[in-house]
């Protein structure tokens, strides 16, 4: 007699954090400015685990409200790390495929020390829905589609 045991092994990775922008000259808030924006972006998009984020709602709505950046957000209620468990199913897979040229892009666009500002995110979300949505945001409408 045999017995089977079957074992589900789910890894569930860093997608980023704090530590791997803690750069000689950088303060905490610097290094979280670029998980910060994607954090951000994630819960705005709603491509986040909202079981993850239970107990932290009032930040959620703080960050909806832009009462404090993506950067405040991750270190306050994320301990500094973003995690693939913080995020939907849609939003992991979304994670694998663009955060490496979102890394890329971040630093064409805003250089190595990227402001703590809710303008900062303003210059990147756009590029991130654009991959999101597989088009260029700025098309023209619908209902011009003659011109």
């Known amino acids: 007699m045999f017995l089977t045991i079957s074992v589900e092994l789910s890894i569930k990775l860093v997608v980023d954090s ?3 922008h803690l750069v ?4 905490i808030e610097s290094a979280a400015v670029i998980p910060g924006i994607f954090i951000a972006w994630c819960i705005n ?3 986040v685990n909202p079981s993850e984020f239970a ?3 009032s930040a959620v709505v703080r960050l909806k409200y832009r009462e404090i950046t993506g950067g405040e957000f991750l270190v306050a209620a994320l301990g500094g790390e973003l995690r693939e468990e913080h995020l939907s199913a849609n939003g992991v897979i979304f994670a694998r495929r ?3 040229p979102f890394l890329e892009e971040v ?3 805003l250089g190595e020390k990227p402001e ?3 303008s900062t995110y303003e210059q990147i979300a756009p590029w991130l829905t654009e991959r999101l949505l597989g088009r260029k945001s700025g098309r023209k ?3 011009r589609f003659w011109s």
């Open 45 to 47: 998009m709603g491509l």
């Open 24 to 27: 000689s000259g950088h303060s």
């Open 98 to 100: 663009w955060y490496a």
């Open 116 to 118: 703590p500002k809710w």
């Open 18 to 20: 704090i530590d791997r």
């Open 55 to 57: 107990k932290v709602e």
């Open 107 to 109: 630093s064409v666009r």
């Open 141 to 143: 409408k619908w209902w």
